[in-house]
C-alpha cells in the first residue's frame, strides 16, 4: 500500500537579522560572508520561541489544512538538536497542544540536521505496516552559534511538520534511502552552550560525500536519474553547499528553485531541508517528482522519492501562512536586540 | 514550586489549546471554562449540562495596555503589549501581543493565537507554555479547512455563534 504524505505545514520566527549587520559587531566583512555563504537575512527567534513552539505551530497548520482529526495520530517524532530539555521530551508537549494525547507514541529524535528526515522514515515504517493511521514528522530547530564564530552568520530557527498517511496522499512516497557513516564533522558535548565544528572537514567529507553517495543510491533504488525530477530540495547549512552538490549531481537552478530557501531565512538545522519540501509542495503540480536528500552531521543522509498526487491540488494550501511569505517577510533587528532575544548577554548571577 | 507546577498543570487544557466550555442549555460560552451557567435562571438547570467547547483563538484587540516595568520573568521582553482580545465566539481574553512593535497595536487590531512560552521557573526549572497573540492582518477566511473536494474529516467541533458571557 502507498504511503507518503497527507498535509504539511511550516512555521518561521517573525525576526531576521543580516549577515552585514552581524559583521559590523565583530569587525569583519559581514556583507561578504553573507555573499560567499549565499545567505540574505537570517531568522531569530523572539524570547518566548523554542522549539516546541515552532513545532507546534507548524503542525497545527498541516492538521488544519488536511483537516485531520488529532485523535487518529498515533505517533509523533519531533527531531532537532535543540530540545529545550535534556530531560522531558518536546513531542509531548506538542501532542498535547495539537490534541493529540493520550492514545498515542510520542519520542524526540536527534541527529544533528536530519533527525527531521529520520523521523519521516520511523512514520513510514509505523504507517506502512498498519500500526497507525496517521504518523506526524516533525523537524525544527532553534540553532545557535557562538558569537563571533562563522556559524553565527547562518544559524536560524524554524521547522515543518508532515503528517504521513496511507490516504488521501498530496505526495506518495516511493522510496527512501540512507548513508551513514561516523563522520565528526560537527558536534556539541553535553553541558556544552554552543557546538562546535572542524572547520573546512565539514565540507567534502561530510556534507558533499553523503549528500552525493545518499542521492546516487537512491538513483539506483529508484531507477531514476536527475532529469526525471521536476523538483529537488538539499539540505543547506548555507546557500552554497546545496547550489554546489545539486550542479554536480547534474540539477538545474530550475529544479532547485523552490526548494533552497536558506538564502531568505538563514539554516533552520533540523528545519531546512523540510521547510524547502514544504515550499516546494506549495508549488507541486500532480505528477511532479520530488527528490529531497537531507543532511546530519555525525554523519548520514536520508534521501525520499515523491511523486505528487492529484490531491495535491485539492489541499488548501493557502491556509495558514505559505512559506514564500516566511521569506519575503520579517521584522529585522539590531545585533543588541538579537543577542537579548538568544541571551548571550551576560546579566549577572550564576 | 511544586505547587506551581500542579496548578500549571491543571490548566493545560486551556492554555495550549482555549478549551473553553458552553452551557448545552443556553448555549452561552464560556472561558475559562465553568461547571454551571450563571446566565442560566437557575444555576442548578446547568449542572451536568456544561460541555467542553475550543475557542478557534481568532479576534482583535479590544484594548490593551503597554508595560515597561516586567513582571518577573518578562524582562527581555520590555515594553510588551498585554490585551484584552475579543474573541470571535465572544469571550474576553487576556494575553501578550507578539510578533509586532507595541507601538503598533492597536484597538481593532486582528490577531490570533500563537503557542508560546509563557515562563520559566528559572534556569533548572519547568518551562511553562500556552496561549498568547499574534498579528493577523489577513486572517483565515472563516471557513472550513480542507480539501475542497470532500466534507472535513475534522474531529474538532467548528466555532459556532452562541450567546457569550467572558
Not at chain 1, 524570547?47 to 505551530?57: G, K, N, Y
Not at chain 1, 556539541?188 to 572542524?198: A, D, F, I, L
Not at chain 1, 536520508?302 to 511569505?325: K, Y
Not at chain 2, 513582571?71 to 465566539?89: C, I, N, S, W
Request: glycine share 12%.
Amino acid at each position: 500500500m502507498d504511503v507518503g504524505i497527507v498535509s504539511y505545514g511550516a512555521y518561521v520566527p517573525r525576526y531576521r537579522i543580516t549577515p552585514g549587520e552581524i559583521g559590523r559587531v565583530w569587525g569583519a566583512d559581514g556583507e561578504g560572508m553573507g555573499a560567499s555563504l549565499n545567505v540574505k537575512r537570517k531568522s531569530v527567534p523572539a524570547p518566548d520561541e523554542d522549539t516546541i513552539t515552532i513545532s507546534t505551530e507548524a503542525l497545527r497548520v498541516a492538521l488544519l489544512r488536511g483537516a485531520i482529526d488529532p485523535q487518529e495520530i498515533g505517533a509523533i517524532y519531533v527531531g532537532s538538536e535543540s530540545h529545550p530539555y535534556a530531560v522531558k521530551p518536546t513531542a509531548t508537549v506538542v501532542a498535547q497542544a495539537v490534541g493529540a494525547t493520550p492514545y498515542l507514541t510520542a519520542a524526540d529524535f536527534e541527529f544533528a540536521c536530519k533527525a527531521g528526515t529520520a523521523a519521516i522514515q520511523t512514520c513510514m515504517g509505523l504507517v506502512g505496516s498498519g500500526m497507525i493511521r496517521y504518523g506526524i514528522a516533525i523537524g525544527a530547530d532553534t540553532s545557535q552559534g557562538a558569537p563571533g564564530d562563522a556559524l553565527e552568520y547562518s544559524a536560524s530557527a524554524g521547522g515543518a511538520a508532515f503528517v504521513i498517511g496511507r490516504e488521501h496522499l498530496i505526495a506518495r512516497i516511493r522510496h527512501t534511502a540512507s548513508y551513514t557513516t561516523d563522520t565528526p564533522d560537527f558536534w556539541r558535548r553535553e553541558g556544552q552552550r554552543y557546538p562546535s565544528h572542524s572547520g573546512r572537514f565539514t565540507g567534502e567529507p561530510a556534507f558533499f560525500r553523503h549528500v552525493t553517495e545518499c542521492a546516487r543510491r537512491m538513483f539506483e533504488v529508484a531507477g531514476t536519474q536527475p532529469r526525471d525530477y521536476q523538483h529537488v530540495v538539499f539540505h543547506q547549512p548555507n546557500g552554497k553547499f546545496p547550489q554546489r552538490v545539486g550542479k554536480q549531481l547534474g540539477f538545474t537552478e530550475e529544479q532547485m528553485r523552490y526548494g533552497l530557501v536558506t538564502p531568505y531565512i538563514g539554516n533552520t538545522y533540523s528545519g531546512a531541508a523540510l521547510i524547502g519540501l514544504a515550499h516546494v509542495l506549495d508549488h507541486a503540480e500532480p505528477k511532479d517528482r520530488i527528490l529531497v536528500v537531507g543532511y546530519g552531521s555525525g554523519a548520514g543522509s536520508d534521501a525520499f522519492d515523491l511523486d505528487a498526487t492529484e490531491e495535491v491540488g485539492e489541499l488548501d494550501r493557502s491556509f495558514g501562512q505559505p512559506v514564500s511569505e516566511f521569506l519575503e517577510q520579517g521584522i529585522e533587528l539590531p545585533y543588541a536586540v538579537y543577542a537579548k532575544f538568544r541571551g548571550k548577554i551576560h546579566m549577572g548571577g550564576s | 514550586m511544586a505547587t506551581t507546577i500542579a496548578r500549571y498543570w491543571r490548566e493545560t487544557p486551556r492554555r495550549y489549546n482555549l478549551g473553553g466550555s458552553r452551557c448545552t442549555v443556553c448555549r452561552t460560552i464560556y472561558f475559562p471554562p465553568r461547571s454551571v451557567c450563571p446566565s442560566c435562571s437557575t444555576h442548578r438547570q446547568s449542572l451536568g449540562k456544561m460541555e467542553p467547547f475550543q475557542l478557534s483563538g481568532e479576534g482583535e484587540v479590544y484594548s490593551f495596555c503597554t508595560v515597561h516595568d516586567a513582571a518577573e520573568g518578562f524582562e527581555m521582553e520590555v515594553p510588551y503589549v498585554l490585551a484584552l482580545v475579543k474573541t470571535r465566539e465572544g469571550p474576553l481574553l487576556t494575553g501578550q501581543v507578539v510578533d509586532l512593535p507595541a507601538e503598533r497595536v492597536r484597538i481593532g487590531l486582528k490577531v490570533r493565537a500563537t503557542f508560546r512560552k509563557l515562563r520559566e521557573e528559572g534556569k533548572a526549572g519547568v518551562i511553562h507554555y500556552g496561549y498568547k497573540f499574534s498579528p493577523a492582518e489577513e486572517p483565515p477566511p472563516h471557513r472550513r479547512p480542507g480539501r475542497s473536494s470532500e466534507p472535513s474529516r475534522s474531529g474538532t467541533p467548528a466555532p459556532e455563534e452562541g450567546r457569550v458571557r467572558a
